[in-house]
């Protein structure tokens, strides 16, 4: 079992940046692939920026958030981090950390579906 639990989420103005933390405890972690997800009331939780340790390291980011977000990890702090800045309106949500060490099979990093521990979320809204 991974617990995750989400903080650093807040509101701030259009171009402002956030700093999400996601502190992991449980298994050794380390070794899942890991992921940012985010989900506005009505629409599909997507995937953000996710890390894949096997076989060898891998990132995946949004479309939309590319050159603007940055994730990352600190195997000593158990914790990983969702570095946002440029932030738009349309990055409002809530943001859910994941962690997976299922098969991934031919999945996406950014698929939901190869992540089965969730965070309970921390919200981010930006104004404009």
């Known amino acids: 079992q991974v617990q995750l639990v989400e903080s650093g989420g807040g509101s701030v103005q259009a171009g402002g940046s956030l700093r999400l933390s996601c502190a992991a405890s449980?298994?050794?972690?380390?070794?899942?692939?890991m992921g940012w997800f985010r989900q506005v009331p009505g629409k599909e939780r997507e995937g953000v920026a996710a890390?894949?340790?096997?076989?060898?390291?891998?990132?995946a980011y949004h479309d939309s958030v590319k050159g603007r977000f940055t994730i990352s990890q600190d195997n000593a702090k158990n914790t990983l981090y969702l570095e946002m800045s440029s932030l738009k309106p349309e990055d409002t949500a809530m943001y859910y950390c994941?962690?997976?060490?299922?098969?991934?099979?031919?999945?996406?990093?950014?698929?939901?579906?190869?992540?089965?521990?969730w965070g309970q979320g921390t919200q981010v809204t930006v104004s404009s």
């Open positions: 994941a962690a997976g060490n299922s098969p991934r099979g031919g999945w996406s990093l950014l698929r939901p579906v190869i992540y089965n521990y």
């Open positions: 890390i894949d340790k096997f076989p060898a390291t891998t990132y």
């Open positions: 449980g298994n050794t972690y380390s070794n899942y692939r």
